[in-house]
Antibody, heavy 123, light 111 residues
């Protein structure tokens, strides 16, 4: 059974860098049939796509966050990661990792999600 | 402000049918048959209910159906049940720079 699990600090100081890792189990992150993504949800608000990565390292970012976001993949450990720099209180959110089935023109829907992890930006 | 527009709330009684709309533009909903819908219960991760406008993943009840007309997609839930209560989000592929856009979400209340 496919499972995704987010991990990382729950509290980050303003202006610092947020770093999260998603560990995939029940399947290989190197499968050619899937992409992997991060989505976030501020408390009481809607969903926002952050970015998507393929096992080869190809990435797609939300233009509103592109200057601060980096996604990376570690196929040996079946993990992918998110870094978000220069965080502010507006980056406080539940961060989800998810899987996207391959589709054209680009993968866009998320069929498996992690449980989510709350990251609070505060001094 | 979300890229896709959904009603803030809808409600219905058990056994009834409800429809949630999701309005976009020709750059997203209107331009592609790449619309998905997610159900989210409080404190839980979203769950995929519909993809490619009207396809149901394995395990999703056939009480859930999707459709699209022009730049508006719709999710219909028939035979409403108490367990259907929660938040529903639409999403679409977009030719804009964000690739994926979500609606603001609709809170479904089962009376």
């Amino acid at each position: 059974q496919m499972q995704l699990q987010e991990s990382g600090p729950g509290l980050v100081k303003p202006s610092e860098t947020l770093s999260l890792t998603c560990t995939v189990s029940g399947g290989s992150i190197s499968s050619s049939s899937y992409y992997w993504a991060w989505i976030r949800q501020p408390p009481g608000k809607g969903l926002e796509w952050i970015g998507t990565i393929y096992y080869s390292g190809s990435t797609y970012y939300n233009s509103s966050l592109k200057s601060r976001v980096t996604l990376s993949v570690d196929t040996s450990n079946n993990q992918f990661s998110l870094t978000l720099s220069s965080v502010t209180a507006a980056d406080t959110a539940v961060y989800y990792c998810a899987r996207l089935p391959l589709s054209r023109p680009l993968p866009y829907y998320f069929d498996y999600w992690g449980q989510g992890t709350l990251v609070t930006v505060s001094s | 402000q979300s890229a896709l527009t959904q009603p803030a709330s809808v409600s219905g009684s058990p056994g009834q049918s409800i429809t949630i709309s999701c309005t976009g533009t020709s750059s997203d909903v209107g331009g592609y048959n790449y619309v998905s819908w997610y159900q989210q219960h409080p404190g839980k991760a979203p769950k995929l209910m519909i993809y490619d406008v009207s396809n149901r993943p394995s395990g999703v009840s056939n009480r859930f159906s999707g459709s699209k007309s022009g730049s508006t997609a719709s999710l219909t839930i028939s035979g409403l049940q108490a367990e259907d209560e929660g938040d529903y989000y639409c999403s679409s592929f977009t030719s804009g720079s964000t690739f994926v856009v979500f609606g603001g979400g609709t809170k479904l209340t089962v009376l």
